[in-house]
Structures are given as structure tokens and as C-alpha cells.
């Protein structure tokens, strides 16, 4: 059974920092695009970040607009482990993340849509107060 956990979340103030991890149980993340969502009270669950397998010697990310420049999206697959580390968080950006997993991905892929992710963790709330 595919399980993944998300951790790393809390409260932060306005211009904080938090790192967020994903650890997959019961598959491994290696040949898979790998992706962080976000969903704040009464709003849809929106893309955040994702990171595609490997393409020979490098990745590829993508990010929101929201995101680029702030966030970085990493992964390990010895560890079968995802990160997102979140520097200058704004209130806005409070909600619960999820990570996903899109075991059929292809190689290089950077999917955006949650239609096309196979497995969600519970996620992890973050709170940026101001």
C-alpha cells in the first residue's frame, strides 16, 4: 500500500522560512513526477511546485508564479523523499499542502493539474501569520 507523509508545516511569521517533507512508503518515487499543492479554507487546491523524474543527469522543475523565485522544490530518491523549502511566506499563503505522486509521469514531466496525480498524502497545515 502507497502512503505518503507530509511533515514540516506550522505557524510562521510573515517573511519566514519552513521546510516541508514528503516521505513515500510502498512504491518508490524514482520514475515519478512528484508534486506540492495547497488548499486554503473554502478555495480549490491549487498548484504549488513539482519536480519530474530523473532526466538522465538533471530534473526538471516548475513552479507557480506565486512561488518562483521563493520556493525550491527537491527530491531524494534514496530516501524516497520530497522536499519544499519556503522562504518570504505571506499570510496568503496559508492553507494545508500536499504532496503527490504521478507514477505515470514519463520521463521529464512536470504536471500541474491534480487530476493527474495517482496519490496524495493528508497534508500539512502552514500558517503565516502577519
Known amino acids: 500500500q502507497v502512503q505518503l507523509v507530509e511533515s514540516g508545516g506550522g505557524l510562521v511569521q510573515t517573511g519566514g522560512s519552513l521546510s516541508l517533507s514528503c516521505t513515500t512508503s510502498g512504491r518508490a518515487i524514482s520514475a515519478s513526477a512528484m508534486g506540492w499543492f495547497r488548499q486554503a479554507p473554502g478555495k480549490e487546491r491549487e498548484f504549488v511546485a513539482v519536480?519530474?523524474?530523473?532526466?538522465?543527469?538533471?530534473?526538471?522543475?516548475l513552479y507557480a508564479d506565486s512561488a518562483r523565485g521563493r520556493f525550491t522544490i527537491s527530491r531524494d530518491n534514496a530516501r524516497n523523499t520530497v522536499s519544499l523549502q519556503m522562504n518570504s511566506l505571506k499570510p496568503e499563503e496559508t492553507a494545508v499542502y500536499y504532496c503527490?505522486?504521478?507514477?505515470?509521469?514519463?520521463?521529464?514531466?512536470?504536471?500541474?493539474?491534480?487530476?493527474?496525480?495517482?496519490?496524495w498524502g493528508q497534508g500539512t497545515q502552514v500558517t503565516v501569520s502577519s
Open positions: 519536480i519530474s523524474s530523473n532526466l538522465n543527469t538533471y530534473y526538471r522543475t
Open positions: 503527490a505522486a504521478d507514477w505515470d509521469s514519463g520521463y521529464g514531466a512536470t504536471p500541474t493539474r491534480v487530476s493527474a496525480y495517482d496519490d
